[in-house]
Each structure stands twice: as C-alpha cells, then as structure tokens.
C-alpha cells in the first residue's frame, strides 16, 4: 500500500524543482498539491496529466484515486 | 479493436466534436450517480453553461473507449470545443477562481444577472435513438 510520503517523494523526484504536500490517511484515495516551475505556460490538464502519468499503472489499482491541484510558484519571475 | 468498439469510438468522437461543451458523467444532469459528477455538473449549472451531457454508466465500453480518446483514467470528463479540459479537480478549481465560465464561453453576470431563469425541466428520460443517449441541454 503506497503511503502519502511514498507518493510525494515519486512527485518531487519526477518534476523539476516540484514541491508536493500529498494527503491520504487511507492508503487508496490521495491528494496533492505539487507546486513547479515545470508548469509554467502548460494548460491545466496537462499539468495534471504530468503528475498522474507518474502512477498510471496503478490509479484505478493500488491507487483508487488520485484528486490534484497544481500550480506554479507565486507569480514573481519578471516581465 | 472489434468493429463495435470503433463504432463507439466513432460516435464519442464525432459528439465531441458536435458539442461545444460536453460533460460524459456518471448518471444524467437530473440524476448523477457520483458525487464527482454531480460537482461537474454543478459548477456548469453555476455559470449557466448549456452543455450536452453523456451517461457512460450504460454500456462499459464508452468509460473505456472515452478513456482510449481522451488518455484520461477518471470520470467526469470535460470537452470545451473539441479538447478536454479536465475531470472534477480541474473543473472545480476553474470554477471556483472564476476560469469555468469564459472557458465553456458564458459571459461572466457582472453583478446581477437579469431574472435568472429557472432550469427548464428535461421531459421523461429520453431514450432515442442516438448511440450515446447523449441529453442534449443546448436548447
């Protein structure tokens, strides 16, 4: 059974610079908040499809379920 | 791929492509069967969308060929203009910050909305002949 922790690791090793704060007392139904800089100009869905990509083989199995927000870090970078 | 699983492929496709906005959900607009469909659901009703809505309950292999087209695992799935714009999460998010209405194209109600009318109410199930069953709500 993956544990929150397990879950954030894998997030915050597959996306640049990604922060992750993932939720899931359960074992089977998880949320996350992964916040990178790789999102930047990419459409929400792609957003989340970077994340979830990342456990395709095992949403709808070990993970039921997988709610997400993402975003990029607070909007500094100069225009 | 069997001929029935391309036929259904072709009509998801092609109601994608007919429908500016279409929600596939579990149960109808009336009568959803998920909590994360009935959010979907909610959220367009909110920002007074007119959307077409398809039960993929029916026949299993809509979940499954929608999910081949879409590469999306979960349900509910919304298609603004021929492209998904995300399941429950997404359409949650955007309508909760504001995004959900220009993205499915209603102006925004700034301030009050001239006499809101109510819903009219679907006549009876229909249970035409399309393949899909697709509640068309664009009238």
Known sequence: MPSPDELRQRIEAAIPDASAEVQGADGVHFSAVVVSPAFSGKSRIEQHRMVMDLFAGELGGDIHALSLKTTTPSPQEPR | MSEQSTQIRDAIAEAIKDNDVILFMKGTPDGPACGFS??????????????????????????????????????????????????????????????????????????????????????????????????????
């Open chain 2, 38 to 139: 009935a959010r979907a659901v909610a959220a367009l009703q909110a920002v007074g969308a007119p959307f077409a809505a398809v039960d993929i309950l029916p026949d299993p292999r809509l979940r499954q060929e929608l999910s081949a087209i879409s590469n999306w695992p979960t349900i509910p799935q919304l298609f603004v203009g021929g492209e998904l714009l995300g399941g429950s999460d997404i359409i949650t998010e955007m309508y909760e910050s504001g995004e959900l209405a220009e993205a499915v194209g209603v102006e925004q109600p700034e301030g009050d909305a001239p006499g809101q009318a109510p819903p009219v109410p679907e006549p009876a199930q229909p249970t035409g002949p399309a393949p899909l069953g697709i509640e068309n709500r664009l009238g």
